[in-house]
């Protein structure tokens, strides 16, 4: 893979810039779909696409699939609760909600995420008729979304529903599970302080949509609870640091600090 050619903290921190970009992104183009198209067909085509690219991926790098039932309980899983739950749920919320909060409400993942940081993955291979199975499988679910509006829809629409469905849906999580493997699932997840800011900005200059003081201030909250929450222990040592050698003498000289 051609992350692996771009050496340690480098190659994650790219990881998850791209991602975190891509993720941003998203929320644009699913705004843009939703006024054409249901939630559930939002969903099912971009999770279609998204498998499509991650097989080309996985093609491109000789990856196989894990057969055993337990990654596939796994997968089933993690698919429900990481993919197609979260994506219904946006995809629903944007229907009445601009591009920008919903990036912001999402940004709160991280919180979610140290709770489950102890949670693993093993796995070992998966061969072609499987993977022909999923795609059926999702095209299945396509069909039965809800009426078949892709004939009416607009060359933006298009656009955006290839994007979503290739880059940030697809390419965008394989490079983020790569991240995950590297960095692990707490330091990975801080590509939610990326997405609402590509958000909010692509919201405004695309969209039009308006940035308040509201919204900037929500996001502000967000991202410093986030923070908090993720890193409370470094921040509380580094405040007893500071304190301590703080301490100052009657005369206004700072006092030594014990060894």
């Known amino acids: 893979m051609i ?23 998203a929320f644009i ?20 696409a998204g498998s499509v690219a991650v097989g080309a991926v996985m093609l491109l790098t000789r990856t196989r699939m894990p057969k055993s039932m337990a990654f596939v309980r796994g997968v089933l899983v993690l698919g429900v609760l990481d993919g197609v739950a979260p ?13 920008a909060t919903a990036a912001i409400l999402v940004s709160t ?4 995420t140290t709770l489950f940081a102890w949670w693993s993955l093993r796995a070992q291979t998966m061969g072609p008729a499987t993977l022909a199975g999923i795609a059926a499988a999702f095209a299945g679910v396509t ?9 009416t829809l607009s060359n933006e629409a298009w656009a955006c ?54 919204t900037l201030g929500g996001a502000a909250l967000i991202v410093a609870g986030v923070a908090s929450a993720m890193f409370g222990r470094q921040l509380d040592a580094m405040a007893l640091r500071v304190v301590a050698g703080r301490r ?6 700072p006092a030594r600090t014990e060894t």
């Open 3 to 25: 992350m692996t050619r771009i050496s340690g903290q480098n190659s994650v921190l790219l990881a998850i810039v791209g991602f975190g970009v891509l993720a941003g992104a």
């Open 29 to 48: 183009f699913v705004k843009v779909l939703v006024a054409e198209l249901t939630p559930l067909q939002v969903v099912a085509s971009r999770t279609m």
């Open 87 to 99: 994506y219904l749920l946006v995809a629903h919320a944007q229907v009445h909600v601009t591009s």
């Open 109 to 112: 993942m991280p919180l979610f």
């Open 143 to 151: 069909i039965l979304a809800g009426t078949a509006n892709f004939a």
């Open 161 to 214: 529903l290839v994007v979503l469905g290739f880059g940030s849906t697809g390419l965008g999580r394989a490079v983020y599970v790569w991240a995950i493997g590297k960095a692990g699932s707490v330091k990975a997840s801080l590509v939610t302080y990326i997405a609402p800011v590509v958000a909010i900005a692509l919201g405004w200059a695309v969209l039009g949509e308006t940035v308040d003081i509201r």
């Open 248 to 253: 100052v003498l009657p005369r206004g000289l």
